[in-house]
Nanobody
């Protein structure tokens, strides 16, 4: 079993920055990818960014050039650096760890204000 915990959400003004962190523990040796999803109010969950063990990354078009995902394999931790935040980035952000199964965190709220 893998336990996933996010941190780093909060309230920020438009144009500002936040950094989210996600740590996976437990039977985490099998993890081969970690990523971030978000669900905005009234919308479906969408992929934000994902990083594969080895370093390749993929981003949603809406965050390219503004968000950066990075990882520390030794710590089974991933980070999401979010810059130039927009009102539409307001959402609950969830971390996913993929290994023998899919393991989700409880989510962290990001609110961008004008």
């Amino acid at each position: 079993q893998v336990h996933v915990v996010e941190s780093g959400g909060g309230l920020v003004q438009a144009g500002g920055s936040l950094r989210l962190s996600c740590a996976a523990s437990g039977s985490s040796d099998s993890i081969n990818a970690m990523g971030w999803y978000r669900r905005a109010p009234g919308k479906q969950r969408e992929l934000v960014a994902i990083i594969i063990r080895g370093g390749s990354t993929n981003y949603a078009d809406s965050v390219k050039g503004r968000f950066t995902i990075s990882g520390d394999n030794a710590k089974n931790t991933v980070y999401l650096q979010m810059n130039s935040l927009k009102l539409e980035d307001t959402a609950d952000y969830y971390c996913l760890a993929v290994g023998e199964g899919e393991y989700w965190g409880q989510g962290t709220q990001v609110t961008v204000s004008s």
